[in-house]
């Protein structure tokens, strides 16, 4: 995992483009820190979002944050959402897995977390670039990922030792869990993805797997339903996966088998 030696900046963000919070949801805050009022459950997500929009700006740019303050108050030192250094993506995991739980209802948040995100990762990709003295893509990363997971996939059958096929499963759900992580930084990062890499498949396939192993290290026969992400959540990176999209409209068997792969997961 390629960590920055420095915290990751971002200098454009796009504070214009913040979501305001209304004087009666200011309001409304201020009751139920007192126990008064009820907020609905999409009200309460509402106030986490804003919430996790100003954590995600002070970590990435603490000079921005000020603005964000002044726009919609709320004391840094009060809010439930950490402010982390951030030298790599992950440790912005908190946001990645929130983005695709938040409802239809709360699109204007998403879709403002959702450019946090991507400008967060163009500029994390600019710096590794630099770093490595290449052009860096996450496609890349994600691929060699998953690859080198279904390589070791492929050895376990081979395995008997308990030792030996406790590590390999422990390396397997390692290379997994990154390969599905920088394919869902190369979705949000807008990187122009190459068909051929089949990398949604090779995602689902990865978390499919992952939620077979069971917690002490045993692999089941069937994936955990906890493990799994719901099939609108699936959607969330299908619809942003360009290279599906394109595909899904002039062809009837990849049809086909992106209908089979959600059904294979659990409905909402």
Known sequence: MDVLGNPLVVPNL????LPRQSFGDRLARTLSRFGLGSQSADTKLRWKLHDTI??????????VTALAERRAPLKRKSLPVPVVVVRHPYHLRHVFELLPQIP???A??????ELLMTRALKRYGEQMSLTKG?????????????????????????VNSP????????????????????YYYALLRRERLDPD?????????????????????E?????????????????FFVERDKSVMTRYRSDQDFQRQVKAVLEAFPAA
């Open 14 to 17: 796009p504070t214009h483009k």
């Open 54 to 63: 100003q954590a995600t700006m002070a970590s990435l740019s603490p000079a």
């Open 163 to 182: 030792d030996e096929r406790f590590a390999t499963l422990q390396a397997i759900h390692t290379h997994y869990f990154h390969g599905r992580n920088y």
């Open 134 to 158: 290449s052009p860096f893509s996450f496609e890349h990363e994600a691929r060699e990922y998953f690859f080198a997971g279904f390589r070791l996939e492929k050895q376990l059958k081979k």
């Open 219 to 235: 692999l089941l026969d069937k994936p955990s339903p906890r493990g799994m992400p719901n099939r609108d959540e699936l959607l």
């Open 104 to 106: 239809a209802t709360l």
């Open 197 to 217: 890499n089949k990398l949604f498949m090779l995602f689902a396939r990865a978390i499919y797997f992952m939620a077979r192993v069971d917690w002490n290290g």
């Open 108 to 113: 204007l948040e998403r879709r403002f977390l």
